[in-house]
């Protein structure tokens, strides 16, 4: 509870836009709760598997080569696979948010209010950004705490956040940004493989070119 505390504490102090705190963060630790949301359903979109697989590396070799994205390794063969995308497509189904926080005692849903913006900001992009603020300030600390800090994009789904609406008695009006699913890691042993660009690929010295 004290370490839930010093990670929202450290969200508390993230800099947002205007300091607008533009954000709303429902903390849910009730195990029948936990059970419920774990059995909404979530059905991959088109997009979704598309565009994932363009961020794909089919090796350990290939994504230190690339240097961006990810290991496709994690997601099954046809995943992986173009000739087999079209069959993914076709055979997606609704899977149950069940794999997803499971082992997690505890979850956080943050929202942001779609009736405000930062002032002029087109698609409210600062208040976007502010909320990425927020996600990093808690994410060093609860990195800090030892506490693993998993980042749930799929809970800002249109399937996910009208049954979570429901559940959580959320209005209309909010919107889900991220999840997170914190816990502590069962094994300290694995290592991913991080990649990053070198700082020479993306910075530039006086002009673009
Ligand atoms: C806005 C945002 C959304 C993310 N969504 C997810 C997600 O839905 N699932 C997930 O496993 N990781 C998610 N991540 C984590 C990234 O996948 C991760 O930071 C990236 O693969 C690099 O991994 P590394 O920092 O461990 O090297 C997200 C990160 C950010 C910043």
């Known amino acids: 509870m004290r370490k839930?505390?010093?990670i929202l504490e450290a969200g508390r102090w993230a800099p947002t836009a205007h300091n607008m705190q533009n954000y709303e963060i429902i903390v849910i630790d009730d195990k029948k709760l936990l059970k419920a949301i774990g059995s909404i359903k979530v059905q991959p979109s088109e997009e979704?598997?598309?565009?994932?697989y363009q961020q794909l590396s089919s090796s350990k070799r290939e994504l230190l080569r690339k240097k961006v994205g990810i290991?496709?390794?994690a997601f099954p063969p046809k995943w992986r696979d173009p000739k087999t995308l079209d069959e993914v497509v076709r055979e997606a189904k609704p899977e149950p948010l069940r794999e997803t926080i499971q082992g997690s005692p505890t979850i956080?849903?943050?929202l942001y209010d779609t009736r405000?913006?930062?002032p002029a900001s087109k698609g409210d992009v600062l208040g976007m950004m502010s909320l990425g603020c927020?996600?990093?300030n808690m994410w060093l600390m609860a990195t800090s705490l030892g506490i693993s800090f998993h980042v749930m994009s799929?809970?800002?789904s249109i399937d996910v956040e009208r049954e979570l609406k429901r559940?959580?008695?959320i209005p209309d009006y909010m919107k889900i940004a991220f999840a997170i699913r914190l816990g502590y890691s069962k094994s300290t042993s694995t290592k991913f493989l991080r990649v990053r660009r070198d700082v020479e690929d993306f910075t530039h010295y006086n002009r673009f070119s």
């Open 4 to 6: 839930l505390r010093l």
């Open 71 to 73: 290991l496709g390794t």
């Open 116 to 118: 405000k913006r930062a």
């Open 167 to 169: 559940t959580l008695e």
């Open 134 to 136: 927020l996600m990093e």
């Open 154 to 156: 799929v809970f800002s």
């Open 48 to 52: 979704f598997i598309r565009e994932n």
């Open 108 to 110: 956080m849903i943050v």
